[in-house]
């Protein structure tokens, strides 16, 4: 079965790094997401990416963070200089086409600032 | 800003018994609602989804049930089985994948 993948599942970072968090998605999804789960907390938007360009973000996708897709199949979020409330679970999404209910998610990269 | 909201954090059931998980929303302009598993240490995993043109939705042993005019959705799982203690992420949106998720209700599904 076609699945998100992350890498790392893990990343430990000191406050003011730059970090970049990897994602393959779905190969035949169009829509791509993240989203993050600071620990404890709900699942929060971050930006939705369709056609190489940003289509949505939310107030929390600062001028920190930007995403890209590099090449067909990775997709990356950037964050240029963390700070420690940026620890949590990152999810990257991908969807096949848009308002077609669901969206599939990876496993998640656990970024900690220190 | 909650939009999204489950009330309970957690809630455990006997095996075989019905478990409901509830949702409310305060966003009248969502207009799709899906429920969401997740386990430790995994990203969600869709479960079930359902359309505000709808009022019921049932795939297995998973049903959803949404009442618009109370703003409010409720996950009925029956029966509960050990398999299914995950936390339940409720999510609305308003027509793209924005999804604005509730904070989650923890099932214990007791053996």
């Known amino acids: 079965e076609p699945e998100v993948t992350q890498t790392p599942s893990h990343q430990v970072t000191q406050m003011g790094q730059e970090v970049i968090l990897r994602c393959v998605p779905i190969?035949?999804?169009?829509?791509f997401y993240w989203y993050r789960q600071i620990l404890g907390q709900k699942v929060e938007f971050l930006v939705s990416?369709?056609?190489?360009?940003?289509?949505?973000k939310s107030e929390i996708f600062d001028d920190q963070f930007s995403v890209e897709r590099p090449d067909g199949s990775n997709f990356t979020l950037k964050i240029r200089s963390t700070k420690l409330e940026d620890s949590a679970m990152y999810f990257c999404?991908?969807?096949?086409?848009?308002?077609?209910?669901?969206?599939?998610f990876g496993e998640g990269s656990r970024l900690t600032v220190l | 800003d909650q939009q999204v909201k489950q009330n309970s954090p957690s809630l455990s059931v006997q095996e075989g018994r019905i478990s409901i998980l509830n949702c409310d929303y305060t966003?009248?302009?969502?207009?799709?609602f899906l429920w969401y598993k997740k386990y430790p240490a995994e990203g969600p995993t869709f479960l079930i989804s359902?359309?505000?043109?709808?009022d019921k939705n049932e795939d297995g042993r998973f049903t959803v049930f949404l009442n618009k005019s109370a703003k409010h959705l409720s996950l009925h799982i029956v029966p509960s089985q050990p398999g299914d203690s995950a936390v339940y992420f409720c999510?609305?949106?308003?027509?793209?994948?924005?999804?604005?998720f509730g904070t989650g209700t923890r099932l214990k599904v007791l053996a």
């Open positions: 999404a991908s969807a096949l086409a848009e308002n077609t209910g669901e969206l599939f």
């Open positions: 966003n009248s302009m969502f207009d799709y």
């Open positions: 990416f369709y056609n190489n360009e940003i289509s949505e």
């Open positions: 999510a609305a949106t308003s027509g793209t994948y924005k999804y604005i």
């Open positions: 190969s035949n999804h169009l829509y």
């Open positions: 359902i359309s505000s043109i709808k």
